[in-house]
């Protein structure tokens, strides 16, 4: 639930105590605290209480709305990658074991692919980290492309790139994984190819773990690289 919402109900609720904290004082001053006098001071201060009820309860709530946008958005920043404007690292790890478990319990397929950018310490290295980072901007625009909605691409880390593709067999994730290595090697000339490893996880398994995706997509993105580059290799299933 985002904290928007929650701290809007929060700050609705801490809003309560304003008329009760009201008649509390009055009591205190005036000396006289019975139930009859109680009541006898909030059915003619009615006005008064309705108004600090009800402007606390406005204020309270659009502070407390205020407040959990703000971490919302923190929470969103936390788990976006500035430079390409995906999903980290971090936000692709906390889906992974959720994906995992939807996989094996739905008994449906779900493939890994583990991208590396295919010489781009040359690129920083000839062109500076400014053509490196739009060499990088330029593949994560290529993924986005050519992805669905379902699934979830993530910059990895460095020149990596990951994609959970959700309901996805070994054939439909090979598929998607030469579609964005014709992408990447179809754009203007100079641009780097990509490299990909792809691993699934198949409709009948028992079990999935998101350290076997990641160690068996690793695992075919070395040999991947190994055999020449701008490649795709499959891992076991």
Request: aromatic share 6%; charged share 20%; glycine share 10%.
């Amino acid at each position: 639930m985002p904290k928007k919402l929650v701290y809007a109900v929060a700050g609705a609720l801490l809003a309560l105590g304003a008329p009760l904290g009201l008649v509390v004082v009055r009591t205190l001053v005036g000396g006289d605290v019975n139930a009859a006098s109680l009541q006898r001071d909030v059915l003619l201060n009615l006005p008064t209480y309705a108004y600090v009820a009800v402007s606390t309860f406005v204020a309270f709530a659009c502070f407390g709305g205020v407040l959990g946008a703000q971490a919302d958005s923190l929470r969103r920043a936390s788990r976006v990658d500035h430079l390409t404007g995906l999903p980290n690292r971090r936000a692709l790890e906390e889906r992974i074991g959720e994906e995992c478990a939807r996989a094996v319990r739905h008994r449906a397929p779900l493939s890994f692919l583990l991208l590396d950018v295919d010489g781009l310490k040359g690129i920083n290295d000839s062109g500076g980290h400014g053509a490196g980072d739009e060499a990088l901007r330029g593949v994560a625009a290529v993924i986005l492309g050519a992805t669905r909605i379902d699934d979830l691409s993530a910059r990895w880390g460095g020149d990596e790139f990951a994609i959970l593709a959700p309901r996805t067999d070994a054939d439909q994730a090979f598929i998607l994984a030469e579609r964005i290595r014709h992408g990447a090697a179809g754009r203007k000339k100079g641009e780097p190819t990509v490299s990909i490893g792809v691993t699934t996880v198949p409709a009948d398994a028992a079990t999935a773990s998101s350290r076997s995706l990641f160690t068996r997509a690793d695992a075919a993105l070395y040999r991947a690289k190994a055999a020449g580059r701008n490649r795709v290799v499959a891992g076991p299933v």
